[in-house]
């Protein structure tokens, strides 16, 4: 059974730094893509970064270039979101996800509240 | 990338049928999933590929068109299909959403 545990989240004052993880399990890990994706509270969803499943390419949205970082541990099957220079508009649910023609597997996210 | 969806709400009863609509601001060949979202449980992908269903999905779901305009159907509504969906872009990157459509139990 394909399972996406996410960690890290919580209360962080803007400008501060935050690291999100997410521990995968039931698939071979280093085959996919993945993926965060954020929510905002009562908002749709928001593609975030995107990893190769080598981890050679990144992507991102525009809003966190330069400020987030998206990297993978193959030998430990996890998936990492480093973000810094937090702002209030980054509060949101994030949620990692296998890619894949779409987001086929999700976790079921960790809540990041950026508030002072 | 832009995904318009339509409606924002949808209010319908079980048994009867609806249909949500997306259109991408330019072609996306087709290259779109559709996702359900209820509380407390994980975002489900139901197609990807404009119209190919994932495995599991019920085959009440459908959907259909390529290019610029998508559609979701499901027939004969049932109880557990009242929730959130949205249609999603992945043919470039940033990967885009549409906004979601509400279906609720009238």
């Known amino acids: 059974e394909v399972q996406l545990v996410e960690s890290g989240g919580g209360l962080v004052q803007p400008g501060r730094s935050m690291k999100l993880s997410c521990a995968a399990s039931?698939?071979?890990?280093?085959?996919?893509?993945m993926a965060w994706v954020c929510q905002a509270p009562k908002k749709g969803l928001e593609w975030v970064a995107t990893?190769?499943?080598?981890?050679?390419?990144?992507y991102y949205r525009d809003s966190v270039k330069g400020r987030f970082t998206i990297s993978r541990d193959n030998i430990k099957s996890t998936l990492y979101l480093q973000m810094d220079s937090l702002r209030s508009e980054d509060t949101a649910t994030y949620y990692c996800?296998?890619?894949?023609?779409?987001?086929?597997?999700w976790g079921q996210g960790t809540l990041v509240t950026v508030s002072s | 990338v832009q995904m318009t969806q339509s409606p924002s709400y949808l209010s319908a009863s079980p048994g009867e049928s609806v249909s949500i609509s997306c259109k991408a601001s330019k072609s996306i060949s087709n290259n779109l999933a559709w996702y359900q979202e209820k509380p407390g449980k994980a975002n489900k992908l139901l197609i990807h590929?404009?119209?190919t269903l994932q495995s599991g999905t019920p085959s009440r779901f459908s959907g259909s068109g390529s290019g610029t305009d998508f559609t979701l159907t499901i027939r004969s509504l049932e109880s557990e299909d009242f929730a959130v969906y949205y249609c999603q872009q992945y043919n470039e990157y940033p990967l885009t959403f549409g906004s979601g459509t509400k279906l609720e139990i009238k």
């Open positions: 039931g698939f071979t890990f280093n085959n996919y893509d």
């Open positions: 990893i190769s499943y080598d981890g050679s390419s990144t």
């Open positions: 590929s404009g119209s």
């Open positions: 996800a296998r890619q894949a023609r779409g987001f086929a597997y």
